[in-house]
């Protein structure tokens, strides 16, 4: 089983829209987990750090599953800016980031 | 808002040759990385660096990889025999030690070996 595992879509929705990915990973222990944000070609940027509690950014809202090992990310009233990649990561135990593969994300006028 | 710098943008250097990424993590910052991402895959984990030394390694950063902080401000992944599988875009960032560590990237160099 991968460590981080996302469905690498595309999902392809109209302006207005919501949507919502998951993530699942696989290691029990995990303790950090965060949503980034990817165009093409360029560098991961920081969207949101996951709580445990939930947390919620505008029209962004991450949830934490720590029972069936998994975070999701919801997207309302989609833009035509939110067209990206969007990168789940996680950490276990130690500072380095792993990353899932991505879901790309196509919002449509 | 402060970020992290890369150079050069892109490089292209032929196989067996060595290469040096710079980067300038943000002023503040304590811990640092260096992560990679092939062409269509996902990014990948090479290396951490604190209080000048490594922290933390993964598999792919064997020999033929070091890192160094040559001074107060810049952090250099050197390749020392650039094979063709190491063309890959070479992502620095880095962060302060809090509780969520969140880990801040710069716009990445991208390596091409031919």
Redesign the interface.
Known sequence: RKEVEQDPGPFNVPEGATVAFNCTYSNSASQ?F?WYRQDC??????LM?VYSSGNEDGRFTAQLNRASQYISLLIRDSKLSDSATY?CVV?SG?????????TRLKVLA | EPEVTQTPSHQVTQMGQEVILRCVPISNHLYFYWYRQILGQKVEFLVSFYNNEISEKSEIFDDQFSVERPDGSNFTLKIRSTKLEDSAMYFCASSQRTVYNEQFFGPGTRLTVL
Not at chain 1, 41 to 46: G, H
Not at chain 1, 94 to 102: A, C, E, L, N, R
């Open positions: 950090s965060f070609r360029k560098e991961p940027k920081l750090s990168l950490t130690t500072y380095k980031y792993i990353f899932g593969t991505g």
